[in-house]
């Protein structure tokens, strides 16, 4: 999804949009390839650690790719297509990079949650 939405962004988008538009995109890209790999990471890890923490990790994630690249890409496609009152979905934005912050937390606390419990 990420490399088709890339791709759109930089053979469709790019004429309609601004620097500043493209970049947006261009982030949300960006942060929706990490973090795709952050979800497969907590399913390869889901025997490994703590349930309840990969769970929670993962529904972070989740979460701040629906709140964070969903709101830049819905933001930057509707400047695109010239409605210019887009910009006040930019306040669910930091929401998602909250989430994204706090599955990264959970992430390793289960890690260390884990390590802790199998050296005793």
Sequence with gaps: MAVMLGAFGAH??????????MHAYETAVQYHFYHSFALMITFLLRKELPVKYIRSASFFFLAGLILFCGSLYTMTFLKGAGFVSAGRLGIITPFGGLSFIAGWIVL???????????SK
Excluded: I, M
Excluded at 12 to 21: E, H, I, Q, V
Excluded at 108 to 118: G, K, Q, V
């Design 12 to 21: 469709a988008l790019r004429p309609l949009l601004d620097a500043s538009g």
């Design 108 to 118: 390793f606390l289960a890690y260390f949650r884990s390590e802790n419990t199998n």
